[in-house]
């Protein structure tokens, strides 16, 4: 049962242009929620996260939105780089100390 | 401060063998997890170690065990390979507490089961 899902396995976007990436969870439980970027070869890094007392959190380049109303988040990126180019996963939690659910990742290509 | 490492990166097994992964997380972090990661499936959680003590367990069969040293360090064991076992395992680490979910990865180990 995959609770968290990313339903695009790959993306492309133009350089400059914004790249938006989104998962889906059914489990109404979690509360916590991270996106990690992955290069082949390195393991996941920590990116941006969210709790479900916001909509929206903010850290340079890149946005996170919750809906919590559609068990939906999405991750934004503006303007996209060519060092963007990676895999996104993201994940959700219940607590901060309850173990991460990842979604199958989206593999994200921008194209200069 | 130097990352997490894991020992060895690549590894070749026959089916029926059996696996001991090695996992160094940042200094002063007390808290480990192991995932398993398949093209299709993202990264399963296998579990969690904290302070020696296994805190959480993911959905695999018991012939994945694992452990935690006083030091932190953690091991991971796979008895009895299937080939269904070939996957990239990645440990991360974290302080542990409240920061738990910001966890740091390590490169993984690319284990092969022929």
């Known amino acids: 049962d995959q609770q968290v899902k990313q339903n695009s396995p790959s993306l492309s976007v133009q350089e400059g242009r914004i790249s938006i990436l989104n998962c889906d969870y059914t489990?109404?439980?979690?509360?916590?929620f991270l996106w990690y970027k992955k290069y082949p070869a390195e393991g996941p890094t920590f990116l941006i996260s969210?709790?479900?007392?916001?909509d929206k959190n903010e850290d340079g380049r890149f946005t996170v939105f919750l809906n919590k109303s559609a068990k939906h988040l999405s991750l934004h990126i503006v303007p996209s780089q060519p060092g963007d180019s990676a895999v996104y996963f993201c994940?959700?939690?219940?607590?901060?100390?309850?173990?991460?659910?990842f979604g199958t990742g989206t593999r994200l290509t921008i194209i200069p | 401060k130097a990352g997490v490492t894991q020992t060895p990166r690549y590894l070749i097994k026959t089916r029926g063998q059996q696996v001991t992964l090695s996992c160094s997380p940042i200094?002063?972090?007390?808290?480990v997890s192991w995932y398993q990661q398949t093209p299709g499936q993202g990264l399963q959680f296998l579990f969690e170690?904290?302070?020696?003590?296994?805190?959480n367990k993911g959905n695999f069969p018991g012939r994945f065990s694992g452990r935690q040293f006083s030091n932190s360090r953690s091991e991971m064991n796979v008895s009895t390979l299937e080939l269904g076992d070939s996957a990239l395992y990645l440990c991360?680490?974290?302080?542990?507490?409240?920061?738990?979910?910001?966890?740091?990865f390590g490169p993984g180990t690319r284990l092969t089961v022929l």
């Open positions: 991360a680490s974290s302080p542990g507490g409240s920061s738990y979910n910001e966890q740091f």
């Open positions: 170690y904290f302070s020696e003590t296994q805190r």
């Open positions: 489990n109404s439980m979690f509360d916590y």
């Open positions: 969210i709790s479900s007392i916001k």
């Open positions: 994940a959700a939690s219940r607590t901060l100390n309850e173990k991460l659910t």
């Open positions: 200094s002063g972090h007390r808290s």
